[in-house]
């Protein structure tokens, strides 16, 4: 694709100067600082609010990264990666930087603050009294059975309501359970397909490296069972190959050390690697014995970060990795749209259109086997609920923002039912993306 036929949205239609000109915004540069930024985080260097840290903008501009207020009993202070679309913000439809930008506004990462609640070892990834997931979810995944009990939020022997498994299930709930077993199974066997369909490009798979598979929890399976996926991945490839097993990369800034101890003996893989940092982003920058990048199959599920955009920036050069299991890479739909309704980390960019281009590609999710549905079906028909309810191009998390728009009961129902159902999906329209070529070109 010519940059004339790249189709242009109207939110990048700057998508700043660099893209323009082909020079991508994430360069190793730019990671290697976030990095150095990152590793200053894990040495307490940056704790202190007002702290400023020397770094550069995207135009190579020294400016001060300044280390924001916050609680430090609750939250917890990370490097979050700005997309092109937010720095696109900056500059008119002529490329002109808008009045009143700061240099500091063209910084490509910047320091901010998430809850310490969002992932707590002990309640998440411990051991509770009432034993622990992992097993059954794994014998779930891979036989599709339930052996008669359920894990969930249930009344324990001491009366207290506490996670843990019970076999106490009415009949509905018991076939609601073995149900979704099936379902399960019938993901895991859909994964393994798509697999093999793509037998001669992937043979030579040398790793896989993940991103935002996100920290394991009790409280729902979804992160886990992901986790389980890219072993299922790893031992298909081991099947088709006969050989060696790909080398198995994790990148998510919320694992600690218990998830990555429960990930590695739960899921048996050889020597993982493990980072809250950017080693994911590091493994696709390292070359083979023979001096050419590593062939590697990505897999990334709906980030909260542009993943997507900085993989294939930093991998351009050879034209992307191998392929990609990832949400799919649209040209206009999404980014064309109210942000309130579409929540997309990974928004198009030319890099990612011309990626997706020079692919083959075969659809994976399992809306349609738990929901009968796909993820976008369910998220457009509860955009139209909050529209029957007077809350234009907005997408419903929740059911409060319903009723407090005075919605009738039939809408609450529906949406509930809808958002019941989103709950239940594990992979969201996800699309495999594996190039012709099959490895670096």
């Not at 916050?70 to 500059?91: G, K, T």
């Not at 199959?297 to 294939?312: D, E, H, M, R």
């Not at 309130?340 to 030319?350: G, H, L, N, P, V």
Request: glycine residues 6%.
């Amino acid at each position: 694709m010519s940059q004339d036929q790249h189709p242009r949205c109207p939110v990048e239609t700057y998508l700043y100067k660099a893209e323009l000109s082909r020079r991508c915004l994430f360069t190793e540069q730019i990671l290697n600082e976030a990095k150095a930024v990152h590793e200053k985080l894990k040495t307490g260097d940056l704790k202190e609010p007002g702290t400023e840290l020397d770094v550069n903008n995207i135009n190579g501009t020294p400016v001060k990264l300044t280390v924001p207020n916050y609680n430090r009993e609750e939250e917890q202070l990370w490097v979050r990666l700005v997309d092109y679309h937010e720095i696109s913000e900056h500059f008119d439809h002529e490329g002109n930087l808008k009045a009143g930008t700061k240099e500091t506004d063209l910084l490509p990462f910047k320091l901010e603050t998430y809850s310490k609640s969002v992932h707590v070892p002990e309640d998440d990834c411990g051991t509770p009294n009432t034993g622990q997931p992992w097993g059954y979810w794994n014998y779930k995944w891979q036989s599709g059975q339930v052996d008669g009990k359920d894990w969930r939020l249930a009344r324990q022997k001491d009366d207290t309501l506490a996670r843990g498994f019970t076999r106490d299930l009415s009949e509905q709930q018991m076939k609601s359970v073995v149900e979704s077993g099936a379902k399960w199974l019938k993901t895991r066997t859909h994964l393994i397909e798509v697999i093999k369909e793509h037998e001669e490009e992937l043979k030579d798979i040398d790793q896989i490296v993940c991103f935002a598979l996100g920290p394991i929890t009790q409280k729902r399976a979804r992160p886990f069972v992901q986790h389980l996926a890219v072993m299922t991945i790893q031992e298909t490839l081991i099947e088709l190959r006969g050989d060696r097993a790909p080398k198995v990369i994790f990148q998510d800034p919320l694992y600690c050390d218990n998830c990555e101890r429960v990930l590695e003996r739960e899921l048996g893989f050889k020597d993982p690697i493990f980072t809250a940092g950017f080693g994911g982003f590091d493994a696709l920058l390292e070359k083979n014995e023979a001096n050419k990048e590593k062939t590697s199959l990505v897999v990334c599920i709906a980030p909260s970060a542009p993943v997507i955009q900085v993989v294939l920036d930093i991998t351009s050069s050879y034209g992307g990795p191998a392929a990609m299991l990832c949400c799919e890479i649209r040209s206009e739909d999404n980014v064309t749209l109210s942000e309130s309704r579409y929540k997309i980390a990974d928004k198009a960019t030319f890099n990612l259109l011309q990626y997706a281009g020079r692919c083959k590609k075969s659809p994976f999710g399992d809306g349609q086997i738990v929901a009968g549905m796909t993820v976008d079906e369910i998220d457009e028909a509860i955009v139209e609920i909050a529209e029957k309810a007077g809350m234009e191009n907005t997408l419903l998390r929740a059911i409060k923002p319903l009723r407090d728009a005075g919605a009738g009961q039939d809408l609450i129902d529906k949406c509930q039912d809808l958002l019941s159902k989103r709950v239940g999906t594990k992979f969201p329209d996800l699309m495999a993306y594996v190039k012709d070529s099959g490895g670096p070109s």
